[in-house]
C-alpha cells in the first residue's frame, strides 16, 4: 500500500505546484494482455493465496487514481481472451463486465478475440452489456464487411474520441495481421496494408479537431518502433500483444522529428501503466511514466475480489479444487520467455522443457515439442496448484472438456522434423512464438542464415537425424494441425498415424506430470541452441 501512496503523493506535488494557461493534465491508465487471469498470480502462499496480479489489485490502482486525479483515460491494447480458466469457463463475460464496472474508455481488439471465431466474441459481448452501454473495442484494420460479422459492429469501431478539457483525443487501434494465420477471424479479415490505414485514421482524427492522437496498438513492441519511426501524427502508442513491459517509454523520432512515446505494461494483470501528459497548444509533454507493479504491497479492491471468489466457487464446482488443492511445489522460479535468439548459446526455457517432459511422460514417443507462442505463463516458485498449471498452456479450448488443447501423437521423417524446426525459426529475429521448444531432441541453428536454412544440425540420442528415417513425436493439437496446414507450412509435411489424445489436454498432462514429482527443479537443457 506504501507504494501506492507514493505514486499518488508525486501526483498531489506535481498537480497542486504547476499550472499552465490552456494546459491539460491528463493520466493515463493502460494494461494489455490480460488473458482472462482474474486472480491473483504466484508466488502463492502457504495458503495457495496469489501474491501478484489480479484484477482485483488493477481495481485499487485504477478507483484510487479516478478519485484523486482529475483526467483519468483508461485503456485496454487487446487480448482479453483465452489463458486462464476463467475464460473456459466464462468466455470473457466477467472481464468485460468487470471492465465496465471499472470506467475503461477503450479496447483494442486483439487477435486471441478470435481464437473461437467470430460468433463467440460476439455473443461474448452481447452476454456483458448492451451495444452502446459499454466501452467500444476498436480496431481501425478489422474488415467486418461479411453478413455473418457485422453485427460486431455494434462493438467494434475504427476508433473514438475522448475530451478533456480543451483535449480532444483521438485513438484508433490496429491488429497485428498474424490474426488472418494462427486465430479465427474468418469471414472477418485483418488489413495487412498498416501503414496506409494509420494515415488514413490519423487525417480523420486531426479532421475531426484531435489535438493528441494515441494508436492504441495490438501489433507488438517491433512494428510499433518501425510504424512510429515512418508514420507521423502519433503522439502515444499504448502497445500489447507481446507482452513487453516498459520500465520507461520508448522514445521514436517520427519522419516530422517529433517524438512518438511507446508503453506496454506486461500481461495478465501484473502491471499497470500509469503515464502522465500536459497538453497544450504546443503540443504535448510527457510528465512522468511509472510501470506499477502488482505486488502484495497493493491490496486488493474488495468488491472486485468478491465477484472473482464467486468466479471461482463456479470454476470449482465444474473442474474441481483447481485453485484450493495443492498438487506440487516449485523449487524456483522457471522461465518462460527466449530472448535475445540471435546470441550465441543455450535458448531453451525451463517451462518449454517442463511441458514437452510432461508429453513424453505421458505417451512415451522419441521428440516432443511445443513453441514458445503455446508456453504463455512462467511457473513461479512456491505451491503450485493446478491453475498454475492451465495458466503455462492456457491458449486453447475444446469441445469435449473445454480444459485447452488436447495432446497428439504421430511420426514425421528426419525430413518432415527438419522442416519443421526450420519453419520455427522463421521470425526468431521478432519474438520466441514459433521457436520449438523440445524434449529428446537438440538442434543447432544460426539466424545469420538466410529463413530456410537456419538448422545446422538436429540430434536424437546424440546421433544425426536421418531425414528418411521415422520418429514418434508428442505435440497439442493446435501444432498438429498447423503442421499440416499448406497455408501456413509451405513445405507439405507428410504426418504418419497420428493419435488423439481426445480425454488428455496438455493442461491434464501437465498437471499429472507436476503432481507425478511432487517437487520441480528449473532446468536449461542445452537442447536449443545457437551457434552463432
Same mark, same amino acid.
Given at each position: 500500500m506504501l507504494k501506492l501512496y507514493v505514486y499518488l503523493i508525486s501526483g498531489f506535488f506535481f498537480f497542486a505546484t504547476t499550472t499552465f494557461a490552456q494546459t491539460?493534465?491528463?493520466?493515463?491508465? +493502460?494494461?494489455?494482455?490480460?488473458?482472462?487471469?482474474?486472480?491473483?498470480?504466484?508466488?502463492?502462499? =502457504?495458503? !495457495?493465496?496469489?501474491?501478484? #496480479? #489480479?484484477?482485483?489489485?488493477?481495481?485499487?490502482?485504477?478507483?484510487?487514481?479516478?478519485?484523486?486525479?482529475?483526467?483519468?483515460?483508461? !485503456? +485496454?491494447?487487446g487480448d482479453v481472451f483465452i489463458g486462464d480458466l476463467f475464460f473456459n469457463k466464462f468466455f470473457g463475460v466477467p472481464e468485460f463486465q468487470l471492465m465496465k464496472k471499472l470506467g475503461f474508455d477503450a479496447m483494442a481488439v486483439g487477435n486471441h478475440e478470435f481464437?473461437?471465431?467470430?460468433?463467440? !466474441?460476439?455473443?461474448a459481448l452481447r452476454k456483458s452489456f448492451p451495444p452502446d452501454s459499454g466501452f467500444p473495442l476498436l480496431s481501425s484494420n478489422l474488415i467486418l464487411d461479411e453478413p455473418a460479422v457485422k453485427p460486431l459492429k455494434d462493438y467494434i469501431f475504427p476508433f473514438t474520441i475522448k475530451q478533456f478539457g480543451n483535449t480532444r483525443i483521438g485513438i484508433f487501434s490496429l491488429l497485428t495481421p498474424e490474426t488472418n494465420i494462427f486465430s479465427l477471424p474468418a469471414p472477418a479479415v485483418v488489413d495487412t496494408n498498416i501503414v496506409p490505414v494509420a494515415l488514413a485514421m490519423i487525417d480523420t482524427l486531426n479532421a475531426k479537431g484531435c489535438n493528441l492522437i494515441i494508436l492504441l496498438s495490438h501489433l507488438g513492441i517491433n512494428y510499433d518502433r518501425q510504424l512510429a519511426a515512418n508514420v507521423p501524427g502519433i503522439d502515444i502508442i499504448i502497445g500489447g500483444h507481446d507482452h513487453y513491459a516498459t520500465e520507461t517509454p520508448i522514445e521514436v523520432t517520427n519522419p516530422i522529428g517529433k517524438t512518438t512515446y511507446i508503453v506496454q505494461a506486461g500481461a495478465f494483470y501484473k502491471y499497470t501503466g500509469k503515464m502522465k501528459i500536459a497538453v497544450s497548444p504546443t503540443g504535448m509533454q510527457l510528465l512522468d511514466y511509472k510501470l506499477i507493479h502488482l505486488d502484495e504491497t497493493i491490496p486488493e479492491e474488495p468488491s472486485v475480489k468478491s465477484i472473482v471468489d464467486g468466479?471461482?466457487?463456479?470454476? =470449482?464446482?465444474?473442474?474441481?479444487?483447481?485453485?484450493?488443492?495443492?498438487?506440487?511445489?516449485?523449487?524456483?522460479?522457471? =522461465?518462460?520467455?527466449?530472448?535475445?535468439?540471435?546470441?550465441?548459446?543455450a535458448h531453451d526455457t525451463p517451462t518449454g522443457n517442463l511441458v514437452t517432459d510432461a508429453f513424453r511422460w505421458k505417451t512415451n514417443t522419441e521428440i516432443a515439442i511445443t513453441v514458445g507462442g503455446s508456453t504463455a505463463q512462467p511457473v513461479y516458485k512456491g505451491p503450485l496448484v493446478a491453475a498454475d498449471a492451465f495458466r503455462v498452456v492456457g491458449y486453447g479450448f475444446n469441445e469435449v472438456n473445454g480444459l485447452g488443447y488436447r495432446i497428439v501423437k504421430f511420426k514425421l521423417t528426419g525430413a518432415d522434423i527438419l522442416a519443421g524446426l526450420e519453419f520455427g525459426l522463421s521470425m526468431a529475429e521478432y519474438n520466441d512464438e514459433l521457436l520449438p521448444q523440445v524434449s529428446g531432441v537438440t538442434y543447432y541453428y544460426n539466424l545469420s542464415k538466410p529463413v530456410g536454412e537456419r538448422i545446422i544440425k538436429a540430434e536424437v540420442n546424440g546421433l544425426p537425424i536421418n531425414p528418411q528415417q521415422e520418429y514418434s513425436i508428442t505435440t497439442n493439437e493446435f501444432l498438429f494441425h498447423a503442421l499440416s496446414d499448406s497455408s501456413i507450412i509451405e513445405r507439405k509435411i507428410n504426418v504418419i498415424a497420428p493419435y488423439l489424445y481426445a480425454d488428455s489436454t496438455e493442461f491434464q498432462v501437465l498437471s499429472d506430470y507436476i503432481a507425478s514429482q511432487q517437487k520441480i527443479s528449473p532446468e536449461r537443457k542445452g537442447n536449443v541452441i545457437a551457434i552463432k
Open positions: 491539460d493534465t491528463i493520466t493515463i491508465l +493502460h494494461v494489455n494482455d490480460t488473458h482472462s487471469c482474474l486472480s491473483a498470480l504466484g508466488p502463492r502462499t =502457504e495458503s !495457495l493465496e496469489g501474491t501478484q #496480479g #489480479g484484477i482485483s489489485r488493477a481495481a485499487t490502482v485504477i478507483e484510487m487514481m479516478k478519485a484523486t486525479e482529475k483526467n483519468v483515460l483508461i !485503456l +485496454h491494447a481464437d473461437l471465431t467470430p460468433a463467440i !466474441l460476439d455473443t468466479l471461482i466457487n463456479e470454476i =470449482e464446482k465444474t473442474w474441481g479444487p483447481v485453485y484450493s488443492k495443492q498438487i506440487g511445489y516449485a523449487k524456483d522460479y522457471f =522461465e518462460e520467455v527466449a530472448k535475445n535468439l540471435s546470441k550465441k548459446g
